[in-house]
């Protein structure tokens, strides 16, 4: 991030207004709308209501810009899993809810929106969001761990390998697959990770 040293640098913001936080919301919001070549920087200014040179003012361009975006929305979405995962209810429960919120936000899907961003980031830019997006992974590996301990699943399956193949699960979810709708969506795909797709005991007799 390029903060600025002693004065009022070109493209400082005036006041006491947290510019910053304002660019990363309406960053974040466009991107996951559009995706990420559509949006210009001037968009983004316009959302948040400030100029386009307070963006330089925190960030190098829109590849510093989106990263710092959707590293900071991995990092909320972490956080708020979790706290979904610590209320009370069974693990399927939680889960559904997890996977409402979700599917309650209009968005892009996230590999197609990285595969427009690859090129124009950094290897370093590239590794940040993996990592921030691996640690919403081990937020769900650790429930899936202690769930395991509990006796609630099975035990013996790799977490973080079912923590990736939950947020598959979500991110499918997030599609229209021309099928027979949404309702009760959330609970199909938590069923879906929770039963698998071969047939039950029940089908078997």
């Not at 913001?13 to 210009?40: C, H, Q, W």
């Not at 900071?72 to 979904?84: P, S, V």
């Not at 290897?123 to 899936?144: K, N, S, Y």
Request: glycine share 10%; hydrophobic share 40%; aromatic share 6%.
């Amino acid at each position: 991030m390029s903060q600025k040293k002693a004065g009022r640098a070109p493209g400082r913001p005036k006041g006491n207004t947290d510019s910053r936080a304002l660019l990363i919301g309406a960053a974040s919001a466009l991107f996951m709308e559009f995706g990420y070549e559509p949006v210009s920087l001037n968009q983004i200014a316009d959302r948040a209501g400030v100029t386009k040179a307070s963006i330089y003012y925190y960030f190098n361009g829109k590849s510093e810009l989106f990263t710092a975006s959707v590293t900071e929305m991995m990092g909320r979405i972490a956080m708020y899993t979790r706290q979904l995962l610590g209320q009370e209810g069974t693990l399927r429960e939680r889960l559904v809810k997890v996977t409402a919120a979700k599917m309650a936000v209009t968005h892009v899907e996230f590999e197609s929106m990285m595969r427009e961003a690859i090129d124009s980031l950094s290897e370093t830019q590239r590794r940040e969001i993996r990592e921030a997006e691996h640690g919403i992974h081990v937020v769900l590996a650790e429930c899936f761990a202690e769930a395991a301990a509990r006796g609630e699943m099975r035990g013996g399956e790799d977490p973080l390998l079912l923590a990736h193949a939950f947020s598959a699960l979500l991110m499918v979810g997030g599609r229209d697959t021309g099928g027979d709708g949404r309702d009760n969506l959330p609970e199909r795909i938590v069923d879906l990770f929770w039963h698998g797709a071969g047939p039950s005991a029940l089908d078997m007799k």
